[in-house]
C-alpha cells in the first residue's frame, strides 16, 4: 500500500477507500528528534525566514518521506500551501489541491469531497462503509476527551495526543483502534486528577513540546484542546459530507467560536490560552477571540520545535498563578 501525505486534516475515509497508507505529515515532523533540523534544512534550500515554522518542516518532512503524493489544503488552513505545493512539484514530488469551500455549505462541500473521490477511483458507497467502519475508533476518542474533562483521568497531554493522531490514525486504524482500547483500559484504574485550575486550548496544535507538561506541573490541566478535538471529528453524522461541513477548524474564527464557547461552558474551564504560531495570517484572529471569549485569556506564541522558551514559561507562570489567586 502507498503512502499519501497530506498537509492538514482532509476526507481520510477517501484514502482509506482506495487502500492507501495515510500520513499527516505535521504529526511525523513535530514527533522527530530533529524537528529542528528539518526547519533548518528547508531554510537552507530557499524558504525565508519569516515562514511559519510548520511548513517549512512540512517541506523538508515530504522530501525525506517521498510519498506516493501530498494532498495540499489550498484552502481553510495555512496561506502558505500554494507555495508549498510549488516547491514540493519543483521536486518532482505529486501534488493533489483539495479545498475547503470559503463558504461553509453543504454543496461546496460535497463538490471538494467528489473531485478527491473521483481523483482517487473510489465512490459514495465505499467512503462511507469506511467511515462506518471508522464509528468505532472516533467513539474511542469521544471517550477519551470525556475521560478528560469529565472524569479527570485523562491528561491534557494525552488528550492531545490521541485526538491529534486521529488525523491519520498513525497511519494504521486497526493497531490506532487497539492503542485507544489499551489506554482507556489503563486510565479508567487511576485516581483523578485533583488540578487547580482548568484550562482551554485553542489555536492550532503547538510545536512546542513540553507546553502540557509544564502546565501540569505548575497545578493546572488542559480539557479541553479546540483543533485536535475537531481533527477526530466529534460529531455523530449522517454521510462524510455532513462530517466535513460540521468539522469548524477550515471555516472561520467565527464558526469555530461557537464550538469554543459552548466547550469551555461545559467544561467549566477558568482561564484560555490561545497558540499562535509565528508568521502565520492566524495571529490576526487573536483579536476575535479576545474581544468574544469573556474568560481570563493568555495569547502564547511560538515560532520553531523545541521546548517552551523561558519568556513563555514565565508567562505561563504568571497566569496560572493569577488564575488560582481568583478561584
Same mark, same amino acid.
Given at each position: 500500500?502507498?503512502?499519501?501525505? &497530506?498537509? =492538514?486534516?482532509?476526507?481520510?475515509?477517501?484514502?482509506?477507500?482506495?487502500?492507501?497508507?495515510?500520513?499527516?505529515?505535521?504529526?511525523?515532523?513535530?514527533?522527530? !528528534?530533529?524537528?529542528?533540523?528539518?526547519?533548518?534544512?528547508?531554510?537552507?534550500?530557499?524558504?525565508?525566514? %519569516?515562514?511559519? /515554522?510548520?511548513?517549512?518542516?512540512?517541506?523538508?518532512?515530504?522530501?525525506?518521506?517521498?510519498?506516493?503524493?501530498?494532498?495540499?489544503?489550498? +484552502?481553510? *488552513?495555512?496561506?502558505?500551501?500554494?507555495?508549498?505545493?510549488?516547491?514540493?512539484?519543483?521536486?518532482?514530488?505529486?501534488?493533489?489541491?483539495?479545498?475547503?469551500? &470559503?463558504?461553509?455549505?453543504?454543496?461546496?462541500?460535497?463538490?471538494?469531497?467528489?473531485?478527491?473521490?473521483?481523483? $482517487?477511483?473510489?465512490?459514495?458507497?465505499?467512503?462511507?462503509?469506511?467511515? +462506518?467502519?471508522?464509528?468505532?475508533?472516533? %467513539?474511542?476518542?469521544? +471517550?477519551?476527551? =470525556?475521560?478528560?474533562?469529565?472524569?479527570?483521568?485523562?491528561? /491534557?497531554g494525552e488528550n492531545h495526543?490521541?485526538?491529534?493522531?486521529?488525523?491519520?490514525?498513525?497511519?494504521?486504524?486497526?493497531?490506532?483502534?487497539? *492503542?485507544?482500547?489499551?489506554?482507556?483500559?489503563?486510565?479508567?484504574?487511576?485516581?483523578? $486528577?485533583?488540578?487547580?485550575?482548568?484550562?482551554?486550548?485553542? /489555536?492550532?496544535?503547538?510545536?512546542? =513540546?513540553?507546553?502540557?507538561?509544564?502546565?501540569?506541573?505548575?497545578?493546572?490541566?488542559?480539557?479541553? %484542546?479546540?483543533? !485536535?478535538?475537531?481533527?477526530?471529528?466529534?460529531?455523530?453524522?449522517?454521510?462524510?459530507?455532513?462530517?466535513?461541513?460540521?468539522?469548524?477548524?477550515?471555516?472561520?474564527?467565527?464558526a469555530r467560536l461557537e464550538?469554543?464557547?459552548? !466547550?469551555?461552558?461545559?467544561?467549566?474551564?477558568?482561564?484560555?490560552?490561545?497558540?499562535?504560531?509565528?508568521?502565520?495570517?492566524?495571529?490576526?484572529?487573536?483579536?476575535?477571540?479576545?474581544?468574544?471569549?469573556?474568560?481570563?485569556?493568555?495569547?502564547?506564541?511560538?515560532?520553531?520545535? /523545541?521546548?517552551?522558551?523561558?519568556?513563555?514559561?514565565?508567562?505561563?507562570?504568571? &497566569?496560572?498563578?493569577?488564575?488560582?489567586?481568583?478561584?
Amino acid at each position: 500500500m502507498q503512502k499519501i501525505a &497530506f498537509t =492538514t486534516s482532509i476526507p481520510v475515509e477517501i484514502l482509506l477507500a482506495a487502500n492507501k497508507v495515510p500520513v499527516d505529515l505535521n504529526n511525523i515532523f513535530i514527533a522527530d !528528534q530533529q524537528a529542528a533540523a528539518m526547519v533548518e534544512k528547508a531554510e537552507e534550500a530557499g524558504y525565508p525566514r %519569516n515562514t511559519c /515554522g510548520w511548513i517549512k518542516g512540512l517541506y523538508s518532512v515530504a522530501l525525506e518521506s517521498q510519498p506516493e503524493a501530498v494532498i495540499a489544503v489550498m +484552502q481553510g *488552513d495555512c496561506s502558505n500551501t500554494q507555495a508549498l505545493m510549488e516547491t514540493l512539484q519543483l521536486k518532482g514530488i505529486k501534488t493533489i489541491p483539495f479545498a475547503f469551500p &470559503f463558504e461553509r455549505d453543504r454543496e461546496g462541500v460535497q463538490l471538494q469531497i467528489k473531485k478527491l473521490m473521483h481523483y $482517487f477511483a473510489v465512490d459514495i458507497e465505499q467512503v462511507h462503509s469506511i467511515k +462506518q467502519s471508522l464509528e468505532e475508533v472516533r %467513539n474511542l476518542l469521544r +471517550q477519551i476527551d =470525556t475521560m478528560t474533562w469529565q472524569d479527570n483521568l485523562v491528561s /491534557g497531554g494525552e488528550n492531545h495526543y490521541y485526538l491529534v493522531s486521529s488525523s491519520d490514525f498513525n497511519s494504521d486504524p486497526l493497531q490506532f483502534k487497539k *492503542d485507544l482500547y489499551d489506554f482507556i483500559a489503563g486510565a479508567k484504574k487511576r485516581q483523578p $486528577f485533583k488540578d487547580e485550575v482548568r484550562l482551554a486550548y485553542i /489555536g492550532v496544535p503547538p510545536i512546542f =513540546t513540553d507546553l502540557y507538561a509544564v502546565t501540569e506541573s505548575m497545578g493546572a490541566r488542559i480539557v479541553f %484542546n479546540e483543533v !485536535q478535538r475537531q481533527f477526530s471529528m466529534p460529531y455523530v453524522t449522517a454521510d462524510i459530507y455532513q462530517q466535513y461541513l460540521m468539522y469548524t477548524y477550515p471555516y472561520g474564527a467565527f464558526a469555530r467560536l461557537e464550538d469554543i464557547e459552548e !466547550q469551555i461552558r461545559l467544561r467549566r474551564v477558568d482561564g484560555v490560552i490561545h497558540y499562535t504560531q509565528t508568521f502565520c495570517y492566524r495571529q490576526i484572529e487573536d483579536m476575535i477571540f479576545r474581544e468574544k471569549i469573556d474568560l481570563p485569556f493568555l495569547t502564547l506564541e511560538g515560532e520553531g520545535p /523545541g521546548k517552551l522558551d523561558g519568556r513563555s514559561r514565565m508567562r505561563m507562570e504568571a &497566569f496560572i498563578n493569577m488564575l488560582k489567586n481568583i478561584k
